[in-house]
């Protein structure tokens, strides 16, 4: 698996906490940052993450902002894209079992460190069920298809 990962001066903190996760976890990954604590516009973050992810460089992605609202929006409007924002592993293990969802979003303000490493592992160690799920997700890419 390989996964890109950025954050907004939001997210910083996290994302170092969930690259260390995927270092131990042995997981390939791109770090397409934000490297500073000044404002910065989520978008310039997100979307070249979601871009990487649909266009099948990337398997998945992990964004992190203040609320996780901002980064789960904007990839969102990356066509192939199935971002959900997680602040809870409940929810973590449902949006890979049923959504096949290939973008993570948290927000830092919203939970801690260790809750967003255990979200971040379930999600990433959780596979996709197909079966009735699987016709949900395709009705999904046709009307992006549209």
Same mark, same amino acid.
């Given at each position: ?14 994302? #170092? ?15 397409? =940052? ?17 871009? +990487?992810?649909?266009? =099948? ?8 902002? =203040? %609320?996780? @609202?901002?980064?789960? @929006?904007? #990839?969102? !409007?990356? !066509?192939? @894209? ?9 929810? #973590? +293990? ?12 948290? =927000? ?12 971040? !592992? %379930?999600?990433?160690? %959780? ?11 395709? !009705?999904?890419?046709?009307?992006? +298809?549209?």
């Amino acid at each position: 698996m390989k996964v890109a990962i950025a954050s907004d001066h939001g997210g910083i903190h996290i994302r #170092a906490e969930i690259i260390t996760l995927m270092q131990e976890m042995g997981i390939e990954y791109e770090d397409f =940052g934000c490297e500073c604590s000044n404002s910065v516009d989520y978008p310039d973050y997100a979307i070249p993450v979601a871009e +990487k992810v649909a266009s =099948g460089e990337f398997d998945r992605g992990i964004l992190i902002c =203040g %609320t996780g @609202i901002g980064m789960s @929006i904007s #990839a969102n !409007k990356v !066509k192939g @894209i199935r971002c959900a924002l997680v602040h809870d592993v409940f929810s #973590a +293990k449902a949006t890979r079992e049923h959504n096949d969802s290939n973008i993570l979003a948290m =927000g830092e303000r919203v939970i801690g460190p260790g809750l967003a490493r255990e979200i971040a !592992k %379930t999600w990433l160690t %959780t596979d996709f069920e197909g079966g009735r799920h699987l016709n949900r997700i395709t !009705k999904i890419t046709d009307y992006e +298809k549209k």
